[in-house]
């Protein structure tokens, strides 16, 4: 047990609508990721944080945002929903130092309609 | 091109046969992953490689750097190894955040 857990697990939203996916570590992970994964796509990194209050862009973050005000809460928040951000979400986390594994949550389902 | 490709794409075995995966890259990298997708389920780390061989149980994973190139290998199939199994690399230079590239997996289904 990774000791993450994402919610909601599966949720439908309307187009337009904001959005809130929360990742939760009982591990104290220093470095937490989230990914979207879409058929014929690897997983594509949305944002990532390296820290309480510091966080980053990765290479998909247009419509994202993210915030972690707690080490053990990293929150995803789709501000408008569109149908291209039906996914599955992921999010994985880390120690903070090098050569160590990474570890995912188990996944959240979002269709928006 | 994708920085990491794998091969081949969908892989169907019967009970006890040997599989290979493999897993190409064109970046230099610092470390490899494989991780284990069940259907509808959470992401698994199987390996993490930044050189040699690595063995857990009936699962061996193998990396030759100077190639860009590495392989899981299951020994004995049985149909609970039906999965897709994933390779990400993390690049020099990805940072202290060591963001990870991923592919696109390989889809693993064994049959009795």
Redesign the interface.
């Known amino acids: 047990d990774a000791g993450i857990t994402q919610s909601p697990r599966h949720k439908v939203t309307e187009t337009g609508t904001p959005v809130t996916l929360r990742c939760h570590q009982t591990e104290n992970h220093r ?1 937490m ?1 989230w990914y979207r994964q879409d058929p ?6 949305i944002h ?1 944080s ?1 820290g309480v209050k510091d966080t ?1 862009k ?1 290479e998909v973050s247009d419509g994202y945002s993210v915030s972690r005000s707690k080490t053990e809460d990293f929150l995803l928040t789709l501000e408008s929903a569109t149908s291209s951000q039906t996914s599955v979400y ?1 999010c ?1 986390a ?1 120690q903070g130092y ?10 959240s389902w979002l269709t928006v309609v | 091109k994708n920085e990491v490709e794998q091969s081949p794409q969908n892989l169907t075995a019967q009970e006890g046969e040997f599989i290979t995966i493999n897993c190409s890259y064109s970046v230099g990298i610092s470390a490899l992953h494989w991780l284990q997708q069940h259907p509808g389920g959470g992401i698994v780390s199987l390996f993490m490689l930044s050189s040699g061989k690595k063995k857990h149980g009936r699962l061996i994973a193998t990396i030759n750097i100077q190639e860009k190139h590495s392989s899981l290998h299951i020994t004995a199939s049985h149909p609970r190894d039906s999965a897709v199994y994933i390779c990400a690399v993390r690049s020099i230079g990805a940072g202290t955040a060591s963001k990870l590239t991923f592919g696109t997996g390989t889809r693993l289904q064994v049959t009795l």
């Open positions: 470095y990721y014929g796509h690897g997983l594509r990194l990532y390296y980053d990765g992921f994985a880390r090098s050569g160590n594994t990474i570890y995912f949550g188990e996944g």
